[in-house]
């Protein structure tokens, strides 16, 4: 595994095609440092790029999830844009830092392999934008949200006021953020920004688990497929979206693990697919 500074990569079982990236500044309280917005693309390309990777869960180590941009970052930037003498290449210098950190969480969508997040604790400001970048969401009964960059006289940039009211809805995702209200777990599950709520970390980590395994244990081509022709469809109208998955599966449909799949249905047996 490679090593971050600010990232963990796990693979708790060695037979198993589930690996984590784990957020990994739990004395930070896993706040998004300019070193993770460096480290966290590197990490998510390597691991779509690797064959034995079929699900990736994301995760945060500690009392949280992620409690947003690190302070000192943001400070850093902030000092950065206004010690230069000219105003216009100063702020296209930011405008540039910017659209590298959207890049950072727009990595997850890039990903062809499904990002799965598990959500316990805090999960602030920067870690709704991670979260609304991935593609399915859990979290713990003790998890609470809150698009918070309001409050810190920002307006929110990374992803969250683009993906989430296409999550939650317009309206809903409006008064999130310009209230920066804490919402909990179970709100988030009735919003539809969850899946679904677990009683505890533990049964958070267990149950995402045995979720995510279900899917490595799937053909990859239509595991990878399917995530790209969701993203695709957000963008097009349905006419459009049925004319790019019929393109998408004049491609890809005649395989092996189309074969695969029939058999071991008629045969009445788990299937095994080849790696991607």
């Not at 609304?132 to 949200?145: G, I, M």
């Not at 539809?192 to 995510?212: C, N, P, Y």
């Not at 244990?217 to 004319?243: I, W, Y």
């Amino acid at each position: 595994m490679d090593s971050y500074k600010t990232l963990e990569i796990v693979r708790k079982n060695t037979d198993s095609s589930v690996f984590h990236v784990v957020l990994n500044r739990p004395s930070q309280l896993n706040a998004l440092s300019l070193d993770f917005f460096d480290e966290f693309p590197i990490a998510l390309s390597s691991l779509d790029q690797n064959p034995d990777v079929a699900v990736i869960i994301l995760s945060g180590a500690g009392k949280h999830f992620c409690s947003g941009i690190d302070l000192a970052s943001l400070s850093s930037i902030s000092a950065q844009s206004s010690s230069g003498g000219d105003r216009g290449r100063s702020s296209e210098g930011l405008r540039r830092r910017i659209k590298s950190m959207q890049a950072a969480i727009t990595a997850v969508e890039e990903c062809r392999k499904p990002v799965i997040a598990a959500v316990h604790g805090a999960c602030i400001g920067g870690g709704v934008d991670l979260v609304t970048a991935c593609d399915v969401r859990y979290c713990s009964e003790d998890a609470f949200f809150s698009i918070k960059e309001v409050d810190l006289a920002i307006v929110a940039d990374l992803g969250t006021l683009q993906r989430l009211p296409r999550i939650v809805g317009h309206a809903k995702a409006m008064e999130l953020a310009l209230t920066a209200r804490r919402f909990s777990g179970c709100e988030a599950k009735e919003l539809g920004l969850v899946s679904q709520v677990f009683r505890s970390k533990s049964e958070l980590d267990k149950g995402i688990t045995m979720i995510a395994e279900g899917i490595a244990a799937k053909s990859p081509l239509a595991v990878t497929g399917t995530k790209a022709v969701l993203l695709r469809s957000r963008e097009m109208s349905v006419e459009q979206g049925l004319d790019y998955v019929a393109t998408w599966n004049s491609g890809m449909l005649i395989s092996n693990d189309l074969n695969e799949a029939v058999s071991a249905q008629m045969m009445k047996r788990q299937p095994r697919f080849s790696k991607l």
